[in-house]
């Protein structure tokens, strides 16, 4: 169940302030992809028959500039792409890794379906909204800090109970690695 | 070697060899360990030829389906003078396996020989490999043996310095089970919502960007330069059991048992013996009670069953299930089997990608009625409204999806259904409060 589909309604407001996320969603869009990241698009499209093929990975880029992907940016990807502001937007809802709104500087993704449930998942989520201050499942923190998520199998089911926070991939956490894990985290 | 435990002397460690060896994953390395000399030799050979030896070697797809590889390349017709694709499937994410995670994490460069010759048999320029967006650290992985691989002349315009272009292309995924299906895995990568298509036409008719595409998963293509260094005789002969399943196999091992990870077993193996011996047998204390032996969308074992299987396509099915995806997911005697399966059927409820109506609606109810069921508030007709909802739910949609979430509902109601009656007549789950007591 992710954040995404929970809470980013297809009539969130295209500008909604979620949290204190601060990731740059001001009235005004700074364009993306212009520079080195329009180089990287272009070098990109090359490697598909079409541009539409470069949607997801331009989405990823957008979301890798802002820490989510503001309507603004699929607007200014359709654009890039040929595509109508509505089919992008019809992409990004379907996936559960892009953000439809600010989310916390470090999104922890604890994973809890059956393989890793069976291992004690369950206690790993709680161990982070109790350490983060979240308190509830996709719930940004009041610092803005962090939002904690179940996430729906990560692949890596003998390494119970996996958890991504951003980038990162971390196997076989146990509640009593909560705390040692968020003091890495700045 | 092995990972994240060293090999055990009964394994078959081909595909697995390097795992663990953080120098595999480098091109000098790979290189050092034979790597690529199977590519040179194919890029001599016809596509036919090649399309010949894997046929011969009885390789079948490690996805889940168990199609044979090379019928599947026979599939595209040469000289047909459309563009075709290789799409190499690395959207793993049934629940209980992970095994192509490791096979890109220790070894890239043999998914990138194995594309690259898949590519060359189906006269293919550019092969995809479409990896799911969690995986983040194969994805570095893989990028980073793509650049050294174009850096040194393996892939571009003059593949190995022949006149031959291989293109190889990581691209990833956004975090949706459902691209896992291969037609929808193509829907992803053409920028599209992930829905699965309506077949025919099959990929190798009108497949990715609308031309003929074959679809292979991860393990599949890791195989291929085994067999052509090694010749498809030798393949076939690992074999403990039916000729139909040759060469080694990959389980991904998971749940309540004491060594989790991956085993490579030649086909044929022991279920009792893999249980017990490689992975070490259950947690102190506890006993086996049920295992799903492919990922969690094939039918669940019992223990007597699993204790009587041997380790191949036939095997598995001659013992009431299927290989799949060779995702083992042991449940021990502390596990209530009404959690269990409303536990999964919570998540393809959540994967459904909405298209069919038995499917959108099916996995949902099913899911609430077995919450219901666990949370001591069923009734004993639901058990009949399940079945019945599970059989509008099999055979009747565009991908299996529908079909994977009714499956361990008929398991558990086949097998288990003293666990559902007794939680219906009790009001509660009667597991919840023996281990509170």
């Known amino acids: ?186 | 070697m092995g990972y994240p435990h060293k090999s055990h002397p009964r394994e078959t460690p081909v595909l697995s060899k390097h795992f663990g060896d953080p120098e595999a994953r480098t091109l000098a390395g790979w290189r050092q360990r034979g790597g690529y000399r199977a590519l040179e030799q194919a890029l001599g050979m016809s596509p036919a030829d090649i399309v010949n030896v894997v046929k011969e070697s009885g390789l079948r797809g490690r996805g889940g389906a168990g199609f044979p590889t090379g019928m599947k390349w026979s599939f595209m017709k040469p000289g047909d003078g459309k563009p075709h694709y290789l799409a190499c499937n690395a959207d793993e994410s049934e629940p209980g396996t992970f095994k192509d995670r490791e096979i890109m994490r220790w070894t890239p460069h043999a998914l990138i020989e194995g594309c690259a010759l898949g590519a060359h048999a189906i006269g293919a320029e550019t092969a995809y490999i479409y990896i799911r967006g969690e995986f983040t650290e194969p994805l570095r992985v893989m990028e980073a043996a793509v650049r050294e691989a174009y850096r040194d002349g393996i892939l571009g315009k003059n593949a190995m310095g022949t006149t031959k272009r291989v293109d190889v292309h990581v691209h990833k995924g956004a975090g949706a089970y459902i691209c896992g299906e291969e037609t929808a895995l193509m829907n992803s990568l053409e920028g599209r919502r992930g829905n699965p298509r309506i077949k025919p036409p099959f990929p190798a008719v009108s497949g990715l960007f609308g031309q003929p595409t074959t679809i292979n998963n991860v393990e599949t293509l890791a195989a291929v330069p085994h067999i052509l260094t090694n010749s498809a005789q030798w393949y076939k002969e690992m074999c403990l059991s039916s000729p139909k399943s040759t060469g080694s196999k990959l389980f991904s091992v998971c749940g309540n048992i004491r060594k989790p990870g991956n085993y490579e077993v030649t086909m044929g193996f022991p279920f009792k013996e893999f249980l017990y011996d490689l992975c070490g047998g259950p947690l102190p204390g506890r006993t086996f009670k049920a295992i799903i032996p492919g990922g969690s969308s094939v039918p669940i074992q019992t223990l007597d069953e699993a204790e009587a299987t041997l380790m191949d396509y036939e095997g598995f099915v001659a013992q009431g299930t299927m290989l799949g995806s060779g995702g083992v997911i042991v449940f021990d005697d502390t596990q209530c089997m009404v959690k269990q399966i409303a536990r999964l059927a919570r998540f393809y409820a959540h994967e459904s990608c909405a298209q069919c109506t038995q499917c959108r609606e099916g996995t949902a109810w099913t899911t609430r009625i077995l919450e219901r069921i666990e949370n001591g508030e069923g009734q004993m007709d639901d058990l009949d409204t399940l079945l019945e909802i599970g059989e509008n739910m099999t055979g009747k949609t565009i991908c299996v999806l529908s079909d994977s979430c009714a499956t361990p509902v008929f398991s558990g109601l086949q097998k288990w259904r003293h666990e559902f009656e007794a939680h219906i007549k009790q009001k509660r789950c009667p597991m919840r409060s023996a281990v509170a007591a």
């Not at chain 1, 076989?172 to 968020?182: A, F, M």
């Open chain 1, 1 to 186: 169940m992710s954040a995404s589909r929970e809470e980013g309604g297809l009539h969130a407001p295209a500008h909604a302030s979620h949290g204190s996320g601060g990731h740059g969603h001001g009235g005004t869009h700074t364009p993306i992809f212009t520079g080195e990241r329009r180089q990287q698009l272009d070098e990109l499209l090359t490697r598909y028959p079409n541009k539409m093929a470069g949607l997801l990975p331009a989405l990823w880029m957008a979301q890798e500039a802002q820490g989510w992907v503001s309507e603004a940016a699929m607007e200014e990807i359709g654009g890039l792409l040929e595509l109508t502001p509505a089919y992008v937007k019809g992409v990004v809802t379907f996936y559960t890794m892009y953000h439809q709104h600010p989310v916390g500087r470090h999104f922890i993704q604890v994973c809890t379906t059956s393989p890793c449930g069976v291992c004690g998942a369950e206690d790993v989520a709680r161990a982070f909204l109790k350490h983060t201050g979240c308190g509830e499942l996709g719930v940004t923190s009041p610092d803005g800090k962090y939002t904690v998520i179940e996430v729906e199998c990560l692949g890596a089911c003998g390494f119970a109970t996996p958890v991504m926070i951003n980038e990162e991939f971390i196997e076989s956490v146990t509640p009593e690695r909560v705390p040692e894990i968020l003091g890495t985290l700045r």
